[in-house]
Nanobody, 124 residues
Framework: VQLQASGGGLVQAGGSLRLSCVAS????????LGWFRQAPGKEREFVAA????????YYTDSVKGRFTASRDSAKSTAYLQMNSLKPEDTAVYYC??????????????????WGQGTLVTVSS
C-alpha cells in the first residue's frame, strides 16, 4: 500500500497549484482519500476528502470555494486543485486513505495510510 503525493511548489498569492496523489498496491474502492496539511509548528489539519465510490467531497471551511478535490479511478489518482492561494495555505500537504469503508473522516486517526507529503509555499 503506497500513496505518492506530488505537485507542490512555490507560488505567489492568488496563484494555483494542483496536487496529485497516486495510490498503488491496493484499490481505493469504497474508501475515502483525504488531504491534510501541516504548517511549521502546527498540528496536521484536515483540508479535504473525496469518497472514492461516488466522488462526494468534503472541505474545511477555510478552503471552500478555492480548493477542489477530484479523482480519476482508472488512474488510481486523486487531485487537489488549489486556486486563489493565500500565504496561510503554506504547508506540507499529505494525502491519506481512510481506515473505514464509506466514511470520510476529518481527523488524522480516521486515516490509515499516508503519502510522504509535498510542500506548498505561497509567497505574499
Amino acid at each position: 500500500v503506497q500513496l505518492q503525493a506530488s505537485g507542490g511548489g512555490l507560488v505567489q498569492a492568488g496563484g494555483s497549484l494542483r496536487l496529485s496523489c497516486v495510490a498503488s498496491g491496493w484499490t481505493l474502492s469504497g474508501y475515502s482519500l483525504g488531504w491534510f496539511r501541516q504548517a511549521p509548528g502546527k498540528e496536521r489539519e484536515f483540508v479535504a476528502a473525496i469518497s472514492w465510490s461516488d466522488g462526494t467531497t468534503y472541505y474545511t471551511d477555510s478552503v471552500k470555494g478555492r480548493f477542489t478535490a477530484s479523482r480519476d479511478s482508472a488512474k488510481s489518482t486523486a487531485y487537489l486543485q488549489m486556486n486563489s492561494l493565500k500565504p496561510e495555505d503554506t504547508a506540507v500537504y499529505y494525502c491519506a486513505s481512510s481506515r473505514t469503508l464509506f466514511y470520510a473522516g476529518r481527523t488524522t486517526e480516521d486515516y490509515a495510510y499516508w503519502g510522504q507529503g509535498t510542500l506548498v509555499t505561497v509567497s505574499s
